[in-house]
């Protein structure tokens, strides 16, 4: 099997890239056949700005313009997808955040009919979040901030387009976790990745 693995992060030495690679790793690691493509997106340079071209596929006016269908063929070859990005703002990183806008697109992640009903599309695609945060688990909780991006992102985007979240993890800094140790779970996560 073929996973996918999106990072978005300006920094490449950062611990996001690190633990994108060591996801790969422990793909690599299990024992199985499995392979992997990691998707740098600032190395890429890939452009999340919402264009006019954008809303014309949305609208079902224009085919997809050849960024966003070199990515819509990426995400075919997959059968997981694990996006590894730094919580900004309870969230994903504007970059991450455009690429989801850019490339889950109507018609080919759901598609909207006539009459309100909308199919969804990703079913074959399992997503693992990997969301690496500045504050502790205290934090998330006081404020329900875990809760509200399992909402948005889990339920909001992922739902919403029928792609299965096998896992949504925070990595957080506490008295206890350290950048070895959300590599060492790093590594976790892609050995079963496909189990």
Known sequence: MHALIVVSHPNPKSL???VGEEIGLGLSASGQTHTFEIADLAAEGFDPRFTAADLALHLREAPPPPDVAAEHARLERADAL?????VYWWSFPGMLKGWI?????NGWAYEEEPGGKTVKKLGHLAVHLVGIGGANMGTYDRHGYANAMKTQIDHGIFGYC???VATSELLLPS???TATSHIARARQIGQHLFS
């Open 175 to 177: 008295d206890f976790e």
């Open 16 to 18: 996001t890239h690190a």
């Open 162 to 164: 029928g792609a299965p």
């Open 101 to 105: 806008d850019r490339v889950f697109t």
């Open 82 to 86: 694990v996006l590894v990005f730094p």
